[in-house]
């Protein structure tokens, strides 16, 4: 399986921005799908995932709910990441992470050492 994410650029406080992530092969159905991002000089964080199975359920970290929006589309092995509402300290690369392997508990997939598999990150930097 390998990942390409696009959609980064220069955007201003306030903006819009949609990620999107394509996945090779033809399984992506059966893959939990997450974002994660690295703002400089910090570490890697948890951002949203989707899950494979339950309507594709999805959940986001406190500092992106109700702003930012994952979503899937089976038929285009794309998961999606619409950041509404950008500011200043969402400056990050943002990296999509698919989880191929064997399902496992919701609060587990908020660490990157769920996925097993990672994109090249796309920079998104918000200007203020």
């Known amino acids: 399986v390998q990942l390409q994410a696009s959609g980064g650029g220069l955007v201003q406080a306030g903006g819009s921005l949609r990620l999107s992530c394509v996945a090779s092969g033809r399984t992506f159905r059966s893959y939990d799908m997450g974002w994660f991002r690295q703002a400089p000089g910090k570490e890697r964080s948890y951002v949203a995932h989707i899950a494979r199975t339950g309507g594709g359920s999805q959940y986001y970290s406190n500092s992106v709910k109700g702003r930012f929006t994952i979503s899937r589309d089976n038929a285009r092995n794309t998961v999606y990441l619409q950041m509404n509402s950008l500011q200043p300290e969402d400056t990050a690369v943002y990296y999509c992470?698919?989880?191929?392997?064997?399902?496992?508990?919701?609060?587990?997939?908020?660490?990157?050492?769920?996925?097993?598999?990672w994109g090249q990150g796309t920079l998104v930097t918000v200007s203020s």
């Open positions: 992470a698919a989880r191929t392997g064997v399902r496992t508990i919701t609060s587990a997939m908020q660490t990157d050492t769920a996925y097993d598999t």
